[in-house]
């Protein structure tokens, strides 16, 4: 094996930057080709605009728990304390997602929680509590169907002036059904 002397050196070295420096601009070349390819998303993950249709935003489970958080703070109050989601939590509006979109999923939030009162008030103590995601998941065609024929939250009712009812003073005299 013959010594390379300085000149045949450099002269190496120069070929070998010229091949790793075109090496690298086809590496990015072709990432950037990946992330074009990537960055167009299936149309049901993409929040439309209705007016300007285009795509805003993908719509994902951390959206609705920020919804859904709005919502609470607005109904009860900035002191409210609503707990992070747990992963089951998180499948859960992921699914609804999958299946309603993001703008229903988003009306249905407002409804579901604005209706709560209503709710509980005609379950026959059977609920009680604040609203959670469980429960919307629970209740999602009722909910959904409401929301999709444009109806109102619905309003609290009194259950005291319903014949059925047996409040406090009816316990005492033990005349009944």
């Known amino acids: 094996m013959s ?75 900035s002191d409210f304390i609503v707990a992070p989601w747990t992963v089951v939590q998180k499948k859960l509006a992921k699914d609804l997602l999958g299946v309603y979109g993001g703008d229903l999923v988003k009306k249905a939030v407002g409804f579901f929680v604005e209706s709560w009162d209503a709710i509980v008030s005609g379950s026959n103590d059977r609920l009680s509590g604040f609203p959670t995601i469980n429960l919307m998941f629970g209740m999602r065609e009722r909910i959904f169907a409401d929301v999709q024929q444009g109806k109102k939250p619905l309003k609290y009712k009194d259950m005291s002036r319903i014949s059925e009812y047996k409040g406090p003073a009816d316990q005492d005299t033990g005349i009944g059904w």
């Open 3 to 77: 010594r390379l002397n300085r000149e045949e050196i450099q002269a190496l070295t120069e070929r070998i930057r010229e091949k790793t420096k075109s090496a690298r601009v086809a590496v990015k070349q072709k990432r950037s080709k990946r992330s074009d390819t990537k960055a167009v998303q299936p149309p049901e993950s993409i929040q439309v605009d209705d007016d300007v249709q285009t795509a805003k935003s993908v719509v994902n489970s951390n959206h609705v728990y920020g919804w859904y958080k709005t919502v609470l703070l607005e109904k009860y109050g």
